[in-house]
């Protein structure tokens, strides 16, 4: 048994639901004989007989009702994979993104790689960048944005409050030994931001409430977390790393977390988009890529 057509099994359902032949007909603004004739290819396909019909009657076979029930499912998954397939195709076209590049190493190149897989006509261009982007200036469709926003102009979707922690590795701290409060961080090497005016404290605040504003030493500068995080596994300083990392990192042995009973001011990260950008297919499913990623963060 072999199904040569989606399309006669639908006929086959409009026959039965209109009674006949005939009323089909006229429902489908088809001829009565050449839907007679794609009804008995279907009957061919299934192997068995559908119904009996007449000039004046038709009637079910046992076949028939069984086929008619189960039909009901059949069309519906087609249905559904013919919907994806549909979806799929639409995303095509070019999407811009700004990305962080503490968004490395969680699998965002994973992600983007299952995405144009499902999609191949779709083209992605990905900046990494650490400062918040002005979208319209440099053409782009979808940005991660941290902290306060500065542009009402957009649409922002809040998407995390997300938490960084002090870490460094155990040759650091073996080295040099383990900050016992945040003012300790003055006479350690501490990874700062390369930023005007330069980066001289860190707002740490405590796992009851207690806040505190950490002076912080050092001789090391950047402004891009990702190589912040090489120089901090290679041993040469403290530096803030999201959470997840950090525990992983603990898990493997290649960090250990820095004054534990505190942390880095949370902050919120956001999906920032020109208007009307969002109902674009092809960047809806960039967005989707990028929620589920900072999901991970915190």
Request: glycine content about 8%; overall charge positive; some cysteine.
């Amino acid at each position: 048994m072999a199904l040569d057509s989606l399309e006669d099994v639908r006929l086959f359902r409009q026959v039965v639901s209109s009674g006949g032949l005939t009323a089909a007909a006229r429902v489908l603004d088809d001829s009565k004989n050449r839907i007679s004739q794609r009804l008995a290819a279907l009957e061919r396909s299934l192997g068995v007989r559908l119904a009996h019909r007449t000039t004046r009657s038709f009637t079910l076979t046992e076949e028939g009702e069984r086929f008619f029930e189960q039909s009901v499912a059949l069309l519906q998954a087609a249905e559904g994979i013919e919907t994806s397939l549909a979806a799929a195709a639409a995303i095509e076209g070019r999407v811009r993104v700004a990305v962080r590049s503490s968004l490395g190493g969680r699998g965002l190149g994973a992600e983007f790689a299952r995405l144009l897989q499902s999609a191949p006509r779709l083209h992605l261009q990905i900046a990494v960048v650490d400062e918040n982007s002005d979208l319209l200036a440099e053409n782009f469709d979808l940005a991660v944005q941290v902290g306060a926003l500065k542009d009402s102009s957009f649409v922002a979707t809040r998407l995390e409050v997300s938490s960084f922690v002090l870490a460094a590795s155990r040759s650091y701290l073996d080295a040099r030994g383990r900050p016992r409060a945040p003012a300790d961080l003055r006479h350690h090497q501490c990874l700062r931001k390369l930023s005007h005016p330069a980066e001289a404290s860190w707002p740490l605040i405590h796992r009851n409430g207690k806040r505190a504003t950490a002076a912080i030493g050092g001789t090391f500068e950047c402004n891009d977390a990702q190589l912040q995080g090489e120089a901090l596994y290679a041993g040469l300083g403290i530096g803030l790393r999201p959470a997840d990392e950090v525990r992983r990192g603990e898990e493997a042995g290649t960090l250990e977390r820095v004054l534990p009973a505190w942390s880095f001011e949370r902050f919120s990260v956001w999906i920032v988009s020109p208007r009307g950008r969002l109902k674009v297919p092809r960047v809806a499913a960039v967005a989707d890529v990028l929620r589920r990623i900072i999901g991970r963060l915190g």
